[in-house]
């Protein structure tokens, strides 16, 4: 399959059904580089090529008056429907899984993304194999000798041939992957057995992830303004402190993980790129779901990502299981104040933010929100730590959520609020009231 990525040339848009995103697919095909220079949309699918036959005798006088040298469609084609929209078209046809699979391909960074791609890229071939040796096929089999069993003709073998490659190079694909699976299991058990609270940034696709977990960690990410920049789950710890220095008001450390973003009408193929998504959103304490307050479609996505997480996020409400989830909403430097302000009343006041912009305080306020969530979630106790214990009492920075503390003659009073996990190994230092 000849690589997109290595490809800049102009794309006609073409999309079909009840169920169209256009402005999405102008996005993905931006994003690799490709120049729109048309669309054409249809109410309905057809069976036989996707669009009608006049849809498609248009498209053609589009492709030929434009210049084009692609088509791309606006959803997963089956080989015989990319047959016959590529004849009547004129051109090559790509369609929206493909396009995605070399949008992965191009930003995979990783060992295990890498991975999944090629495995993913191996299932989109497999049954589409048959068209690329159309040309051998013509020549058929033949009768063996003394008029026997049928004898397979050269394009038959290479047929099988293909598939046999294929296949087994998938069930290579899939035992490293799942090698992969488990060391990630291990790392997730020890994330587990660990007091500090986990966060988890969840959203769709080009949201702003990324520069939010460079503004509040400090990593230090790509955030090219490209969809599907980050392929990989990245955790980072937020350190926690006191603005003043001081030992009182002193904020817990949590962990903080950037996800890969969700998208409408993703590929079965991709759905094995998001299982370290779907894990770090469930092994998370608190979900900050970031959405692109610029965005069109603004409501569509919220919706997307509340879909695949399988969450009934609205208003900023936690979800059935108690998991707090705080709305965060990016880039509303480019939205006027109006419709700022018409967001932040239809969602119930989320954190409204714009990451890039270093003066503005959003940042602040969802790390306000985010150690309000954590601190919530904890049980505040009074404990009074003998100086001899000294480690006890130093290991609760960064651990717990330190209100006010106290040297004392016989020892550290401190106002503490502790995760569960740690509230039996404090118990004896409580102090009774």
């Known amino acids: 399959m000849e690589s997109l990525s290595r490809v800049v040339g102009k794309v006609v848009l073409c999309g079909a059904g009840e169920s169209r995103h256009m402005g999405e697919l102008r996005r993905l095909s931006e994003t690799l580089g490709l120049e729109v220079r048309g669309c054409m949309e249809q109410g309905r699918r057809d069976p036989s090529g996707y669009l009608g036959g006049g849809k498609r005798e248009e498209l053609r006088g589009m492709v030929e008056s434009l210049g084009a040298g692609f088509v791309v469609a606006d959803d997963e084609l089956t080989a015989s429907e ?19 699979i070399r949008i992965f391909e191009a930003h995979a960074r990783d ?11 191996m299932e989109y071939l497999l049954p589409r194999v048959r068209g690329m040796w159309r040309h051998l096929e013509r020549l058929g089999g033949g009768l063996g000798s003394g008029g026997g069993a049928a004898v397979r003709g050269p394009g038959e073998q290479q047929l099988e041939y293909d598939r046999r490659e294929i ?7 899939r035992s490293r992957l799942s090698d992969e699976r488990s060391a990630r299991g291990v790392r997730r058990a020890r994330l587990r057995e660990s007091a500090v609270p986990k966060v988890a940034l969840v959203g769709y696709t080009n949201a702003g992830k990324t520069t939010i977990l460079n503004r509040l960690a400090g990593a230090g990410r790509s955030t090219e303004d490209r969809l599907f920049e980050t392929l990989e789950t990245t955790t980072r710890r937020v350190e926690g402190g006191s603005p003043s220095g001081a030992s009182s ?13 969700f998208i409408r009408k993703l590929p079965t193929q991709l759905v094995e790129s998001f299982a370290s998504t779907l894990e770090a959103a469930s092994d998370a304490d608190v979900l900050v779901l970031c959405a692109d307050a610029s965005s069109p479609t603004f409501d569509e996505e919220v919706e997307t990502v509340k879909d695949t997480l399988n969450e009934p996020i609205s208003d900023g409400a936690a979800s059935e299981t108690g998991k707090p989830i705080i709305l965060a909403f990016n880039k509303v430097d480019l939205i006027s104040d109006a419709e700022a302000g018409r967001l932040s009343s239809r969602y119930g006041g989320p954190v409204l933010m714009s990451a890039l912009d270093e003066r503005d305080y959003g940042c602040a306020l969802l790390l306000d929100a985010i150690h309000g969530e954590i601190s919530a979630a904890r049980e505040r106790m009074e404990v009074l730590i003998p100086h001899a214990s000294y480690e006890d009492a130093a290991r609760l920075y960064g651990m717990a959520e330190i209100h006010a503390s106290e040297d004392r003659e016989d020892g550290v009073l401190m106002d503490v609020s502790l995760p569960a996990a740690s509230v039996h190994s404090y118990a004896r230092y409580k102090v009774a009231r």
């Open 82 to 100: 990319a047959r016959v929209l590529e004849r009547d078209a004129g051109v090559a046809v790509v369609d929206r899984t493909e396009l995605i």
């Open 111 to 121: 060992a295990p993304s890498k991975l999944q791609v090629e495995l993913a890229e």
């Open 167 to 173: 296949r087994a190079r998938m069930e290579k694909l």
């Open 249 to 261: 008001g002193f904020t817990p450390d949590f962990t903080l993980t950037d996800t890969v973003g």
